[in-house]
């Protein structure tokens, strides 16, 4: 029985790991994400297949780095990294859903008004969207211009 622990180790240590706990104070304002990539069959498949349907989500190439999910606010000041190499396509999705990005069904698909800040809960410029244009009558006047009149010297 003894003998079994280190087959029990190896088989579960690496889901120990892979697993990643979202640090949800470090990432107050996350408005989107890059993924840095080198190699990795499974990221690569994540890269290829799956990054075009998320919004706000693009891909930098970096060589001989290892690939990373950077959590960027909406001023692109980085929040977090989180790395990718030992996480499968499924698990990358995962995370992505949990931590809010919107998901097209296709490529080419709009994304919805109410998605269009996602993963981030809204507006940075909200005060711009929110106040409401003044009506017509909360115009000033423009001033008109004075009517020519014809000098009486001439």
């Known amino acids: 029985m003894s003998s079994m622990w280190p087959l029990f180790w190896a088989a579960f240590l690496p ?11 470090k990432l107050d304002g996350l408005a989107r ?5 080198n190699r990795l069959r499974e990221v690569k498949a994540f890269v290829t297949q799956d990054i075009p349907l998320y919004h706000n989500l693009v891909m930098k190439h970096i060589p001989g780095a290892d690939p990373e999910l950077v959590l960027l606010n909406h001023y692109y000041e980085e929040l977090d990294r989180i790395p990718l190499s030992h996480m499968t396509r499924t698990d990358i999705n995962s995370l992505l859903a949990e931590l809010g990005f919107y998901k097209k069904a296709q490529a080419e698909d709009e994304v ?3 998605f269009r800040f996602s993963p981030a ?3 940075p410029f909200k005060e711009h969207h929110t106040r409401k244009a003044p009506a017509n009558s909360d115009l000033p ?3 008109q ?6 000098h009486k010297d001439l």
Not at 33 to 37: F, G, T
Request: glycine share 0%; hydrophobic share 30%; aromatic share 6%.
């Open 15 to 25: 889901s120990i790991i892979l697993a990643y706990e979202v640090d949800w104070k």
């Open 33 to 37: 994400a890059k993924v840095e990539l």
């Open 112 to 114: 919805p008004d109410e």
């Open 121 to 123: 809960k809204d507006s």
């Open 141 to 143: 006047e423009e001033p």
């Open 145 to 150: 211009p004075e009517k020519a009149t014809p």
